[in-house]
C-alpha cells in the first residue's frame, strides 16, 4: 500500500510567516511530477509543532484535494494528548486521507504499555492504516519491536516509519510484526541499508528537494538492484548530511527555495540557516546535480 519514496512535506510560508496555499499546491504538483510515491503533509517537517490546529488540518485537506487520489496521502496526526491525536485523526479520515502518522507521545514519557494504549485507541476511533512514527531522538521513548508487534495484530496497525537509525530493527520488527508489516526509514543516510533489510521505502525530508533521485534509487531498491540504489546514494548522501546540519525543515526549505519552489520561512523558535550550513547545502546540491 505505501512504499517508495514519500517525502515528508515542509508547510511553505509567506514572508509574513503564513501559510503560502498557492506554493503548497505547486509543491504537491511537482513532488509527484518527480516520481514521488506518496506524500506526508504535516509531520515535524510540516512543522507540525507551530502551526495552529486549524492550519494542520486545512494543510492536510488542501494536499489531500490537490493531490487526488494521484498518489496516496498519509497525514501527520500524532500527539502526546491522546484525544487530541484521535482528532486529528479522525479530521484527515473525514477528508480523505489514505493513511495516518502517528508519533509515538513525546514529553511525557509513556511506558510501552501506555504507548499501546495510545496507538489501539487511535485505532480504534478511525478507519485508516496507521503509521506508527518511532523516533526516540525527538520523543525521548522508544517502542521496543515486542511492543510494535503487539500492536501489529490490530487490523488497521499497518507499519512503522521507523527513525532509530538501527538497521537491526528491520530484521527484529519483521521477526515481531511479519514480513507484511509495512517497514519505512525515517532516516535519510540509512534508507538504503534499510531497505536491504526488508524496508520497502523512506518517509524522506531529502525527498523535498531531490524527488526524482530519491524516487529512483527506491524504485532501483524494489528491482533488487542495489549497486544502482548506491550509486543514486551516493549522489544523495552529501545533501542528506547538510540539510541536517541545523533543523532538517530549515535546510529543506533552504535548498528549495534555490529551486525557486518555496521560501525559507520558518517559525520560531527555529530560524534560518547559518552561512556556513547555506555552503554546505549548496555544495551538496551541486554534487547531486541539481543546480
Known amino acids: 500500500m505505501f512504499q517508495g519514496s514519500l517525502p515528508a512535506m515542509v508547510t511553505p510560508l509567506t514572508d509574513k510567516g503564513a501559510v503560502d496555499w498557492s506554493a503548497l499546491e505547486q509543491l504537491v504538483d511537482w513532488l509527484i511530477e518527480q516520481g514521488s510515491n506518496g506524500l506526508v503533509p504535516v509531520g515535524t517537517t510540516g512543522e507540525s509543532p507551530t502551526l495552529t490546529h486549524d492550519e494542520h488540518r486545512e494543510v492536510v485537506e488542501a494536499v489531500v484535494r490537490h493531490a487526488a487520489g494521484r498518489v496516496p496521502v498519509i497525514a501527520g496526526a500524532g500527539s502526546n494528548n491522546t484525544q487530541e491525536a484521535i482528532e486529528l485523526a479522525r479530521h484527515a479520515c473525514e477528508v480523505g486521507a489514505d493513511g495516518l502518522l502517528i508519533v509515538t507521545p513525546y514529553y511525557n514519557k509513556p511506558t510501552q504499555a501506555g504507548l499501546i494504549a495510545h496507538f489501539t485507541a487511535v485505532h480504534d476511533a478511525t478507519d485508516r492504516p496507521i503509521i506508527i512514527y518511532n523516533i526516540p531522538g525527538r520523543s525521548v521513548v522508544d517502542m521496543t519491536p515486542e511492543t510494535m508487534g503487539e500492536l501489529a495484530k490490530l487490523p ?124 554546505r547545502i549548496d555544495a551538496a546540491m551541486a554534487h547531486a546535480g541539481l543546480v
Do not use: W
Not at 531497505?195 to 532501483?220: D, E, F, K
Not at 533552504?254 to 517559525?267: D, I, K, M, P
Open 156 to 279: 488497521r496497525i499497518a507499519g512503522v516509519k521507523d527513525a532509530t537509525g538501527r538497521l537491526e530493527r528491520v530484521s527484529c520488527q519483521r521477526i515481531t510484526c511479519g514480513p507484511d508489516f509495512i517497514q519505512l526509514s525515517g532516516e535519510d543516510a540509512t534508507a538504503h541499508g534499510f531497505n536491504a533489510q526488508g524496508g520497502v521505502g523512506c518517509i524522506s525530508v531529502t525527498a523535498n528537494v531531490a524527488p526524482a533521485l530519491c524516487a529512483q534509487m527506491q524504485a532501483a531498491c524494489r528491482a533488487g538492484d542495489y549497486a544502482e540504489a548506491l550509486r543514486l546514494q551516493d549522489l544523495l548522501m552529501p545533501l542528506h548530511i547538510a540539510i541536517f546540519l541545523e533543523p532538517g525543515l530549515v535546510g529543506a526549505k533552504y535548498a528549495l527555495s534555490r529551486l525557486g519552489r518555496c521560501g525559507e520561512t520558518v517559525r520560531l523558535p527555529l530560524v534560518p540557516l547559518t552561512d556556513a550550513t547555506r555552503a
